[in-house]
């Protein structure tokens, strides 16, 4: 039986959260009685697969969420909580580039990597295991789930131009998983050629697409959960109480 190889867990929590209407920030509010990134790390914490973590949040809550959330509530898997950037791929980037360098605790040169939105609370322990066995087999993959509604591609000027066949349609989650040497490349080509994505108007959506982008390696998508939301209006803080309240 093959060893497992390390696995290293990004958990991001830097956004803003405009959407979410609130003075404090999205991933501290929260949920049930716990800031809302405490689901994700509890997640981690607990699961067989993970053997370390980095918190990226805010520049400016560095310290609160190294004491308030990490400490308080004893995440022992959290390597370190460094500042992100304005953008995701610039938050999962500084993450890379701390993993490759050899820096954390227990180095991760020829493991995995698994990126997860800290607004997604509902992180469950077989989510990991299918994606890390996922990982395994094709070196990238992403959990998402089926598209229930017909999508339509629209033109320029909001009128229909496309119909694509809807089982053909995912809509990408997290966790996104790949080998380390993988999304390494993948990222330091991406801040290479920063200056060109970002004159020919390019929008970095997720991992995968950087991987898709900059590399020839091909994504596997995972089947993953529909409860696996991401918490981004007001809305969604009701769907998730009440998909809390449903698995007790």
Same mark, same amino acid.
């Given at each position: ?54 918190? !990226?949040?805010?520049? #400016? /809550?560095?310290?609160? +969420?190294? @004491? *308030? ?75 998402? !789930?089926?598209?229930? #509604? /017909?999508?339509?591609? +629209?033109? @320029? *000027? ?86 809390? @309240?449903?698995?007790?």
């Amino acid at each position: 039986m093959n060893r497992k190889k390390r696995c290293t867990a990004v958990i991001l929590a830097a956004g803003s959260g405009r959407r979410m209407k609130s003075g404090v920030a999205k991933q501290f509010m929260p949920l049930c009685g716990k800031p809302l990134i405490c689901y994700a790390l509890q997640a981690v914490e607990e699961s067989e697969i993970i053997d370390d973590c980095i918190l !990226v949040t805010g520049a #400016d /809550t560095i310290v609160f +969420a190294t @004491e *308030e959330i990490v400490r308080k509530y004893g995440y022992h898997k959290v390597d370190t909580v460094i500042a992100g950037g304005s953008e995701r791929y610039l938050s999962v980037a500084s993450a890379v580039r701390l993993i490759v360098s050899g820096d954390m605790a227990v180095p991760n040169r020829d493991g995995y990597v698994f990126v997860h939105d800290g607004a997604r609370p509902f992180l469950t322990e077989e989510i990991l295991q299918d994606t890390y066995e996922a990982v395994c087999k094709y070196g990238a993959c992403v959990s998402a !789930v089926r598209s229930k #509604d /017909t999508v339509k591609i +629209a033109d @320029e *000027e909001g009128f229909v131009s496309q119909t694509p066949d809807r089982n053909l349609i995912w809509n990408m989650h997290t966790p996104q998983v790949f080998e380390t040497g993988i999304i390494a490349k993948a990222y330091a080509a991406l801040e290479k050629n920063i200056e060109k994505v970002r004159q020919e108007n390019i929008h970095i959506t997720d991992d995968a697409m950087v991987v898709e982008y900059f590399t020839d390696h091909r994504v596997k998508l995972v089947e993953g959960s529909y409860e696996n939301i991401k918490l981004t209006t007001p809305e969604d803080l009701v769907v998730a109480e009440k998909i809390l @309240e449903k698995n007790r």
